[in-house]
């Protein structure tokens, strides 16, 4: 068996030679420059565009703004997945040209294209394009968006309010908190971040006459739907002429699942000046015009009774938007926010309402957990509070409120039936492995000391995954994407190939595929390669976002492997003179057992395409596709044990120790699933310690332009992370797996925060909003001083 072995990724022997093939790496003759003029302004008219002095700069082959494109019938995106308001009223969709028309709405958003022969010509043209802008008042604060005296940044608003939702029952949730023998409340923001990728966003368009098509090579995570998207909504051209290939691309992290007006206006270009048109986005590009994620400004509150029983939570949450809607962006802190917020607690009632708000900030898309970090942020730092509040240990709140793991499935306030899980199980795991009373005992003697101290935090969570398209059309998606496909080619050798519809930017689908596929046909791993991310060569398929590659493509991979391995013992048996139930096969060989009788799945493929001699009425070659909608959503869960040291000098927090105990179900490679909780955990503990894309609220500037003001984590900044599992099979799906891509984000944000607030309790602190930079960990320790 392959699946559950720790099978070292097979990926990886191109990539740490320098193998790999990225889009900057890939050469086309003739090929030209493009470079983008971006607003200065968070919000300003467009007076006037000269691009007199530009087009005479040596080597420019066009310079095109917004009207240009407007002219030449370019379309907008559209949201695909729209959040209907409790009020019922029709708001209207703002979303992006590819240049600006008319104004420009945040810092960064693209207004002019200029095309030359070179880089440095680009660059020259660029910077002599000359734009008369008249500022407008703008609103970069998303917690201040719907106040009375902040300018409305869409002339077609009446206000920035975007929608406005709610859940659950606040009747019964204001009566739990009449009744509650203790209030906890704390008003939280979780803090604007963005992605930055090792490989930036890159684009080569190209386009060809003689057939009129384009060929886009994009690092990006969905190229059926960002070929969908040309096709219908932004380039409009028939999207059979269409191909979008995404080889290898260096980490997405949600942020390249986001279609950005740079596609279609490539390849727009490439037609206009009749060569293929690259352009790599540089760092400080990226921090200001790559989609951002998070922005959420929170009032919450939870009820509990004398014995520390959780009654209610309740949570009021401005998220923000940025300037434009996005496909998905208003439906992460609607749908995927909201319904994460009871985690793996027993309550009575909940209410929650999330109002969506424009700024004249980059618009907002998804990264790495996509909501549900927002909500366990709230949920947890409000159970660690309440339990400090209440004298119950961290654990022992847990325990007293965990959903007992005979009672799944166990349907929550939210009208969400989890599956399965034993939170009780993460919990002694996770404290077992983390040496939770040790640490304990050791914080006890810190404090008596004085210096540095030590905090202990815990997060658990619940993570919602593989919304199967019936309820995704439910909830009003456009485009539901709840299914995924694979197909599966043996070719006459016995060689096999799996095309899958996700997109692997280093889950190691190469691998994990190969090992299902492997199982589910009988054959050796080392025959097998995986194939993604061509929309030429793999059939429809949606991408990789919301950790819903394995239970979708994964599970496809086994239904395609299991039909053709039926036809090829039935072509076995034919060969062998026997019946297709004498036949068993093992490692590639099909033999009757009991005997010396068998033939080789080369014999197999061989003779499938030959053709001579095959079944009655079974037709030659040995290919089968395949497609899964899962029946159910299923639900990862975890633990998250963080401690940390804080300098009560300098605001200074290290992390000293970092457990982890995962639950995705039955898992395919145990190596991958401790890689994926690493990464995770290391963006996690970035945005509570350092990331943050940061305004100037007087000016409206982004102060987060670069690396030295956006802080990203290095190696150095964590400890060796332990990670540990506990597999509950997921009930709906034949390979019992869940989600594993985004689980160390999703905890981490949380534990970290706890952690912090921990080892700072004994001095009057109860919360700390992120990033914890040393300034604001000591600002805090001041503040409390004065109080
Ligand atoms: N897996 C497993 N056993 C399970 C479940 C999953 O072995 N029970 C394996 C899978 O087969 C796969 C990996 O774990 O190789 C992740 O699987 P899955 O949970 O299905 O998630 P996806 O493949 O759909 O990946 C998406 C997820 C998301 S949403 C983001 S964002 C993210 C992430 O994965 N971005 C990443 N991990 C990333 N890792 C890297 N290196 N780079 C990114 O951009």
Redesign the pocket.
Same mark, same amino acid.
Do not use: D, M
């Given at each position: 068996m392959y699946v559950g072995a720790p099978v070292k990724r097979l990926e990886d022997r191109r990539f740490l030679t320098g193998r790999g093939s990225f889009v900057d790496d890939i050469v086309l003759p003739g090929t030209v420059q493009a470079i983008f003029v971006r607003s200065p302004h968070p919000h300003a008219k467009i007076k006037q565009i000269n691009s007199d002095r530009a087009s005479k700069v040596p080597g420019v082959l066009g310079i095109y703004t917004g009207k240009d494109c407007e002219e030449a019938g370019l379309g907008r995106f559209v949201v695909w997945s729209p959040v209907h308001s409790r009020d019922n009223v029709a708001r209207p969709e703002e979303t992006q040209f590819m240049l600006a028309l008319g104004k420009v709405l945040y810092v960064g958003e693209p207004v002019v294209l200029v095309v030359a022969e070179t880089k440095y010509a680009a660059l020259t043209a660029a910077d002599e394009v000359e734009i008369d802008y008249e500022p407008l008042p703008f609103i970069t604060d998303t917690s201040k968006a719907l106040d009375d005296d902040v300018p409305v940044i869409h002339d077609s608003m009446e206000s920035n309010l975007v929608f406005d939702i709610d859940m659950g029952d606040k009747a019964a949730t204001e009566a739990a908190f009449s009744a509650a023998a203790h209030v906890t409340e704390i008003t939280l923001t979780n803090n604007r971040i963005t992605?930055n990728?090792m490989e930036p966003r890159a684009i080569l368009a190209s386009y060809d006459p003689a057939s009129d098509g384009f060929t886009l090579w994009v690092s990006h995570?969905a190229p059926h739907m960002l070929k969908r998207d040309l096709a219908q909504n932004t380039l409009k051209h028939p999207e059979h002429k269409i191909r979008v290939v995404s080889p290898d691309?260096g980490?997405?992290?949600?942020m390249?699942?986001a279609n950005h007006p740079e596609e279609p206006l490539l390849l727009w270009a490439s037609r206009r000046v009749g060569r293929p048109v690259r352009w790599t986005s540089t760092r400080s590009e990226g921090l200001i015009a790559d989609s951002q994620a998070r922005d959420h400004w929170t009032k919450c509150k939870m009820a509990l009774d004398e014995n520390g029983k959780i009654l209610a939570i309740s949570a009021d949450t401005l998220a923000g938007l940025g300037a434009f809607q996005t496909r998905m962006g208003a439906s992460i802190p609607a749908h995927f926010y909201s319904r994460s917020l009871i985690g793996l607690y027993k309550m009575p009632t909940a209410y929650c309402r999330v109002r969506g708000v424009h700024t004249n900030t980059p618009p907002i898309q998804? $990264?790495?957990?996509?909501g549900r970090p927002e909500a366990i942020y709230v949920l947890e730092s409000l159970v660690d509070n309440a339990a400090v509040e209440m004298g119950i240990d961290l654990r022992e709140i847990r325990r007293r409120n965990f959903i007992l793991k005979e009672e799944f499935p166990y349907k929550v306030p939210f009208g969400i039936t989890y599956d399965t899980a034993d939170p009780i199980g993460l919990l002694d795991k996770g404290a077992d492995l983390f040496g939770y009373d040790q640490l304990r005992e050791k914080q006890k003697a810190m404090r008596s000391e004085g210096g540095l101290q030590l905090g202990i935090g815990v997060a658990c969570f619940i993570d919602c995954?593989g919304t199967p398209s019936k309820v995704a059309a439910a909830m009003g998606r456009k485009i539901v994407g709840g299914w995924d496909s694979a197909a599966i080619r043996i070719l006459p050798s016995g060689k096999i190939t799996v095309l899958a519809g996700?997109h692997?930017?280093?889950?190691?689908?190469a691998?994990? $595929?190969a090992?299902?596929a492997a199982d589910w046909l009988g054959c050796p791993i080392d025959t097998i390669d995986v194939v993604e991310g061509d929309t030429d060569r793999v059939q429809f398929g949606h991408g990789?976002?919301?950790?819903?590659?394995?239970?979708t493509s994964?599970i496809a991979v086994a239904k395609a492997a299991q039909q053709l391995q039926l036809k090829c013992r039935k072509i076995a048996a034919h060969m062998l003179e026997c019946s297709d139930d004498d036949v068993t096969v093992e490692n590639g060989v099909f033999h009757i057992p009991g005997t010396d009788r068998n033939v080789t799945l080369e014999d197999v493929a061989q003779m499938a395409y030959q053709g001579g001699n095959l079944p009655p009425g079974m037709e030659p070659s040995l290919e089968q596709l395949s497609f899964h909608d899962p029946a159910d959503r299923s639900f990862?869960s975890g633990i998250h044990y963080c401690a940390v040291l804080v300098d009560p000098q300098t605001g200074r927090v290290k992390v000293h120790k970092y457990t982890v105990i995962d639950d995705?179900?039955?898992?395919?490679?145990?190596i991958?699933?401790k890689?994926?909780a690493h990464?995770?955990i290391a963006q996690g503990v970035g945005q509570a310690l350092m990331e943050d894309c940061t305004f100037d609220h007087a000016s409206g500037q982004p102060l987060s332009g670069t690396f030295m003001d956006y802080a990203m984590p290095r190696a150095i900044d964590f400890p060796p992370f332990d990670v540990g599992v506990q597999e509950t099979p997921a009930p709906s799906n034949p390979?019992?797996?869940?989600?594993?891509?985004?689980?160390g984000?999703i905890g981490a944000l949380a534990a970290v925060r706890n952690a912090v607030v921990d080892a700072l309790r004994p001095q009057g602190i109860k919360h700390i909003d992120m990033p914890m930079t040393p300034a604001r960990v000591w600002a805090a320790i001041e503040a409390a001083k004065t109080k």
């Open positions: 992605a990728p995570q691309v980490g997405g992290f949600g390249k699942v998804a $990264y790495r957990g996509a995954v996700s692997s930017h280093g889950q190691g689908h691998t994990s $595929y090992q299902i990789t976002w919301g950790s819903r590659s394995t239970i994964g990862a995705c179900g039955t898992i395919i490679n145990p991958i699933i890689g994926q990464g995770g390979l019992g797996v869940k989600g594993a891509g985004e689980s984000t």
